[in-house]
């Protein structure tokens, strides 16, 4: 085809519409050219940091991350002892996170039902607009609120679990009534007309139509909210504090938590050594942060795999 | 929505009157979901009264009795002269955050709704969200440990080509604790959130302008400049001040990397220059005197005004955004 | 100046579905080209190939010649972004650009290749444009008023004048006038008789008797059924095809036994 269009017969109106069609702007494709290029780049550079931060976490938390790691706690470890771990901070991160959701996820969901399914006038409208407030909330500033609240309760000096859990809930309730406003609005109005009809009352309603068909998304909703608070360090660095040993009780002293430990494995900074020890490493504190933070790490993107698979395979199909 | 009357009540309109609208459970019920709504809100008045109450004495106390209490307070500051420059330097990094993760985050963004094969966009944005979920202090671990000795001939360099800039002055801190290096990390912790916002605003570009601004001639690029980018504008603003807010109270990264100082200095490149209100309070928490940590809440109270003034920007900005394409 | 396109043995692939199937026919200069056709009969995505904007659509293919001038237009050395220069295209709903002006949504084409031209060039060529899609007089007094606060009509008129300040070739319209109303439809079928003049236009519509009234050509699509490539049945001249079709399906599909 080509080779007969570019022979010598091609007339002149060939010719013009030929180079019309090919006539390329060559500052026009460049530019094209090079926003493609800046655009791939931004993605590119995006990447760096995720696989940086993995790679890194990844390849200096490895050598610590064992049982022995998961199964101790500090309890009178010191200098560069090549010893401790992280038992006691899993504990209160499992304990106090546990509270958070155990406060934040019936209000979450109460207030979602309310705003959804009864929310009219100036109450509902308030209501969604200072839980888009709250999203906003520093973390560290509802940290600063959960102490100021014990503090006028129980006195200057009180540490307890429950702080922590306090704090943690003001972030994560605010996350659990958007994403379950979300999903309750996705169930369509023709279910709960029809129940009405079948003469079941509106809580039976909301209790057994509305919130069974959109139960998975409401547990991803609250997984990922989870996930969001889990790693939260500032506001139990102002409220729970710091702890060697291991405490169990969410309601009396201090507790210790993974992020707040791998900040505090951080701060500590290198331990010192003195030439005759033969048992002691100078990079064991960072050593140990960096282990602890896989371990966050770990269940950070755990919670994360698990509440997408849920809302994959559990998710009722409200279409077709 | 609004027949809520059971089915029971089938009577003469005097008699559904008085009914109440729901009895026992019903009520029951309805009662329990209104008190949360309304908990919210009693929640967000008492962390104001709170915080309000707790940073009282500091606001009151004149400057030079905190400093007898309180060592790093200095002994010839009032409140407002100690927080000056904490409000600056909190400015100072979520704004540098905000010039380096905006580009880019459009960019991210468009390379998923414009660029990338479609198959392979959605895997793609799950990647981007995973970087959210990094939690924050892994951030300032690697950010301290990392990161500091990996931009420290960089900032060198910068400071010896671009050091007359007064941003980019040397000579360049080692190892590289500066605002910058907080900046950079404080810009990948908001990368997600404003390419999530931008991704959505890029995606709901009608496909009508995009086939009209190619119909004309118009390359990829320039389609996006015609076509997507005018569309998203207000949703490009109101995803920056989202991750304006986010880095305004971001604490960690910056308590680990950055070497504070309280000065109202653009050396961006040199330690112990600034330091945000968020990382003051984690640092100077653990052992300051009632005093001090009266005045430490009063400067988080100054964080929450200066958030929630943001945040209520953004939502703005957002809510017009309805009315606009409403009114289209 | 109006270009003859000739189309050789064209087939349209989606990925794996075979879309149209086996397309030649000529588009005269200076005339109106009509497709019509039951809904899916590939039509639409014929016209598209015109200009290349099928290739918009991931997965979307061709096999075949289209020729301008003797030009493939599918040619290695041939660039798609000139194509639609040369080729303008109107689309079914009115698509001004909803943050441009009137005078903004003329020139938007022409600022994509002369980022400098002159304030008086400028006026003058949106006044040319505008006077071209009998638009001028309506919104003379407000160029600089949103494209998007015009009449359906206004905005199918204003995306004309779009089109044709690039002077292209070629102007396809795919159902230019299905979301007007009858009176603004008259007046953009007013100003296809005039643009003929000096341009090559073809036209999709289901409308038939808009086909009987615009065109000079028509040309009959079919499909077999759901799943089959579309194909070109029958192209003749408009008043043969309407009085007088050599092929059963055009006349019953004329004559409204079906579709």
Request: charged share 15%.
């Amino acid at each position: 085809m080509t080779t007969t269009l570019t022979a010598p017969a091609e007339d002149e109106r060939t010719a013009a519409v030929r180079a019309s069609l090919r006539q390329v702007d060559r500052r026009r494709s460049r530019v094209d050219r090079i926003m493609q290029g800046l655009v791939y780049v931004a993605f590119a550079l995006a990447m760096v940091p995720l696989v940086w931060v993995s790679w890194t976490v990844v390849a200096k938390g490895i050598d610590r991350f064992d049982v022995y790691f998961l199964t101790h706690s500090m309890r009178g470890v010191f200098g560069g002892m090549d010893a401790g771990g992280i038992y006691h901070a899993i504990v209160g991160t499992v304990e106090i996170t546990l509270g958070a959701t155990i406060i934040s996820v019936p209000v979450g969901i109460m207030t979602a039902i309310y705003l959804v399914e009864y929310g009219t006038g100036h109450l509902a409208r308030w209501v969604t607009f200072f839980v888009d407030v709250m999203t906003g909330i520093p973390s560290i500033v509802a940290g600063l609120f959960a102490y100021s609240l014990f503090v006028v309760v129980f006195g200057p000096d009180v540490r307890m679990g429950l702080m922590g859990s306090v704090a943690l809930s003001v972030l994560m309730i605010p996350v659990v009534v958007r994403s379950t406003e979300e999903m309750l609005k996705l169930v369509p109005n023709e279910l709960r007309e029809a129940s009405y009809a079948l003469g079941v009352p509106k809580w039976l309603t909301i209790l057994k139509v509305v919130l069974r068909t959109s139960v998975a998304g409401i547990v991803t909703g609250v997984m990922l909210a989870v996930a969001r608070v889990i790693g939260e360090t500032a506001p139990l660095l102002v409220t729970v504090g710091v702890i060697d040993s291991i405490n169990f009780n969410l309601f009396e002293g201090r507790m210790m938590t993974l992020p707040v430990y791998v900040y505090g494995q951080y701060s500590k900074g290198f331990a010192t050594c003195s030439e005759s020890a033969i048992d002691c490493i100078r990079t064991i504190n960072f050593d140990r942060a960096w282990a602890a933070a896989l371990t966050l790490i770990l269940i950070v993107m755990l919670l994360n795999l698990v509440a997408r698979l849920i809302s994959r395979y559990f998710a009722p199909k409200l279409r077709g | 929505m609004t027949s809520t009357a059971p089915p029971t009540a089938r009577a003469t309109p005097a008699r559904r009157r008085r009914t109440p609208r729901d009895r026992g459970m019903n009520r029951a019920f309805r009662l329990v979901s209104t008190g949360s709504g309304a908990l919210i809100l009693a929640v967000l008045a008492a962390v104001a009264i709170f915080l309000v109450a707790r940073a009282w004495p500091a606001l009151t106390t004149p400057g030079a009795e905190i400093a007898q209490d309180v060592g790093w307070f200095p002994a010839d500051a009032s409140f407002l002269s100690f927080v000056g420059p904490l409000v600056f330097g909190t400015l100072l990094a979520a704004v540098l955050a905000l010039v380096m993760a905006v580009p880019l985050s459009i960019g991210i963004a468009l390379f998923i709704s414009h660029y990338a094969p479609r198959r392979l966009a959605t895997a793609l944005g799950y990647a981007v969200d995973l970087l959210a979920a990094i939690p924050s202090v892994v951030y300032g671990l690697w950010g301290a440990m990392t990161l500091v000795g990996f931009v420290g001939p960089i900032w060198e360099w910068l400071a010896s080509f671009l050091g007359w800039i007064p941003l980019f002055e040397g000579p360049a801190a080692t190892p590289a604790r500066v605002m910058l290096t907080a900046a950079v990390v404080l810009a990948v912790m908001i990368l997600p959130i404003i390419t999530a916002v931008c991704r959505e605003v890029f995606l709901q570009t009608p496909k009508l302008h995009e086939e009209a601004a190619l119909a004309l001639g118009a390359t990829r690029w320039e389609m996006i400049r015609t076509a997507v980018l005018p569309f998203a504008r207000s949703g490009i603003v109101s995803g920056a001040m989202l991750g304006l807010g986010r880095a305004l109270g971001e604490t960690m990264a910056v308590l680990m990397i950055l070497s504070p100082g309280f000065l109202y200095s653009f050396a961006i490149l040199q330690a112990g220059q600034q330091q945000t209100i968020a990382a003051n309070i984690a640092a100077q928490y653990a052992d300051a005197a009632p005093i001090g940590v009266s005045t430490l809440i009063a400067t988080g109270l100054a964080l929450f005004v200066i958030t929630m003034a943001v945040n209520m920007a953004a939502r703005a900005i957002v809510a017009r955004r309805k009315d606009f394409s409403g009114a289209n | 100046m109006a270009q003859r396109i000739d189309v050789k043995d064209l087939d349209i692939y989606y990925g794996d579905f075979h879309a149209v199937a086996d397309v030649s026919m000529t588009i005269d200069p200076r005339s109106v080209t009509a497709f019509i056709g039951p809904s899916g009969c590939g039509k639409s995505t014929f016209l598209r190939t015109l200009n290349r904007m099928h290739e918009v659509i991931p997965g979307a293919r061709v096999e075949g010649t289209v020729a301008m001038e003797g030009v493939d237009l599918y040619g290695d050395d041939i660039d798609p972004v000139a194509v639609r220069r040369q080729v303008g295209m109107v689309f079914q709903r009115p698509n001004p650009f909803p943050t441009m002006s009137i005078q903004e949504n003329v020139l938007a084409g022409v600022k994509l290749v002369n980022k400098r031209i002159s304030k008086a060039d400028a006026a003058d060529l949106v006044e040319q444009s505008l006077v071209g899609a009998n638009l001028w007089n309506e919104v003379k007094d407000r160029l600089d008023k949103p494209g998007a606060g015009l009449s359906g009509g206004q905005q199918q008129r204003l995306c004309i004048a779009r089109a044709i300040a690039v002077k292209p070739d070629v102007l396809l319209m795919d159902e230019p006038c299905s979301a007007l109303d009858p009176i603004s439809t008259l007046a953009i079928e007013d100003l296809i008789a005039e643009l003929k003049q000096s341009y090559t236009i073809v036209i999709v519509t289901h409308n038939m008797q808009q086909a009987a009234r615009v065109s000079d050509r028509t040309a009959f699509f079919n499909i077999a059924g759901t799943g089959k490539p579309g194909r070109l049945i029958e192209m003749g001249d408009t008043g043969t095809m309407f009085s007088s079709p050599t092929e059963k399906a055009t006349e019953d599909y004329i004559s409204g036994r079906f579709g």
